[in-house]
């Protein structure tokens, strides 16, 4: 079995994992032990370090290098929701058996959100000097977090959005 926080999820549980996690998906946690663990796709969970690096390149006046195609579509959480939905998870009932998506729901093209994080600096997107680098093999162009299991079980839903959570960093 796999150790997870809090409890353990035998080998022949884990095939919901991989039915339930959305591509590109990369952590689940388990909720109890066994067949009745609730399974969590953690997506990407933004903790200011993707918005950080771009910021400072912003701060700077240097231009914004990215990995990949500024049209790919990605769901960021902020970091408190992320921590909500875990813990509502451990305590619900609802939750037990089953596996979630934890995220916004809401996608944002890398070009849109280097563009958010310009507003917030007072920067204007229009002079920003953007370099599009070569992308990581298998990085899925679309990635963003169905919650309607999550928002049906526990009532989850998101309080800050990408916007929201770009100010607050």
């Known amino acids: 079995g796999i150790e997870a926080f809090g409890g353990l999820v035998e080998d022949e549980d884990l095939g919901a994992v991989d039915q339930g996690l959305g591509e590109g998906e990369d952590l689940a946690l388990a909720l109890g032990e066994g067949a009745d663990a609730a399974i969590l796709g953690l997506g990407e969970i933004d903790e200011g370090e993707q918005v950080a690096d771009e910021r400072a390149a912003l701060l700077a006046g240097n231009e914004v290098v990215v990995k990949g195609s500024l049209e ?70 679309y990635n963003v977090a169905d919650i309607s299991a999550i928002r049906a079980a526990i009532g989850f839903s998101p309080m800050v959005d990408l ?7």
Do not use: C, W
């Open 72 to 141: 790919r579509v990605r769901d960021l959480v902020y970091a408190d929701d992320t921590a909500r939905a875990i813990v509502d998870s451990l305590f619900a009932e609802s939750t037990r058996g089953g596996v979630f998506n934890v995220g916004t729901g809401t996608g944002y093209t890398v070009r849109e959100m280097i563009h958010l994080i310009a507003k917030a600096l007072n920067r204007r997107a229009e002079g920003l000097q953007i370099k599009e680098m070569s992308g990581t093999p298998g990085d899925p162009q």
């Open 163 to 169: 916007r929201s959570g770009i100010e607050r960093i």
